[in-house]
């Protein structure tokens, strides 16, 4: 396998300044220290800059939490993708769980703000996740799949390789309540086995992130899993020990 483990830290809507430019440094000296696997950072809008600035010269990573789903003009309070690539972040997230259940995003918003990304050259960050309920009704794989189908539609096996993944249960997110390994394995598997179906190279190529309250008590545990190639994190990324140790977990893995 050569695919590299990768932790982003989504900070969500949280932090002032002092705190970005803390958790952005802390951040960047982790990532010199974690050779072996890949750290980024997921700061709101407004403190991009501060992230920036403090990961300049390192191999730390910024990406942003959403793009616009339109190319520039008259959208007021949207901040587009070619915005995000020129202040210098990488990656974005794409399909977040808070965007698609809180602010009604369906799965053709998110494949065109995928597509937006990808044209501005940015690496999107696809999440994909089941709600408390779908899991009940047996639909995990179904609606995973969905979420999947949508953006491989718009989008192709030459855009899915320029992507990472990102499995998050809906009901493991900020609730301290983590899939198991083992059920969140069998879900990479399956959508592993998915980027198969589309183009033989894609599962050796993209990345399968898992989210959903991990920490740096069960980090390793669920790293170790064959299919599950790093994590994003969200409450544990604003602690800088917890963060720390995630990452370590990451790089022991390699
Ligand atoms: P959590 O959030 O780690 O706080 O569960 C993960 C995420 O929403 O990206």
């Given at each position: 396998m050569t695919r590299r483990k990768l932790v982003l830290g989504n900070w969500k809507m949280n932090g002032l300044r002092a705190d970005a430019s803390a958790w952005a440094s802390a951040a960047s000296s982790l990532a010199g220290e974690c050779s072996a696997c890949e750290v980024g950072i997921l700061p709101a809008f407004v403190h991009l800059d501060t992230a920036l600035a403090a990961a300049s010269g390192t191999r730390l990573m910024v990406g942003a939490q959403d793009l616009a789903?339109?190319?520039?003009?008259?959208?007021?309070g949207e901040v587009s993708a070619e915005m995000l690539g020129d202040i210098g972040a990488t990656h974005v997230l794409v399909g977040h769980s808070e965007r698609r259940?809180?602010?009604?995003?369906?799965d053709e918003v998110v494949a065109t703000k995928f597509e937006r990304a990808l044209a501005a050259g940015l690496t999107p960050v696809l999440c994909l996740g089941e709600t408390l309920d779908e899991r009940e009704a047996g639909q995990t794989d179904a609606v995973v799949l969905r979420q999947l189908d949508a953006v491989a539609l718009r989008c192709g096996a030459a855009g899915l390789a320029r992507a990472v993944l990102a499995y998050e249960p809906v009901w493991a997110i900020g609730t301290g309540r983590t899939a198991s390994p083992e059920q969140a394995q069998a879900v990479h598997a399956r959508v592993r086995g998915a980027l198969g179906n589309l183009d033989a190279m894609l599962p050796g190529l993209v990345r399968i992130l898992y989210g959903g309250s991990v920490k740096a008590a069960n980090a390793a545990e669920l790293f170790a899993?064959?299919?599950?190639?790093?994590g994003l994190i969200g409450?544990?990324?604003?602690v800088p020990s917890e963060f720390a140790a995630i990452c370590r977990a990451a790089n022991q893995e390699g």
């Open positions: 789903s339109w190319t520039n003009g008259a959208y007021t259940h809180l602010l009604g995003e369906s899993q064959a299919d599950i190639d790093g409450g544990a990324a604003l």
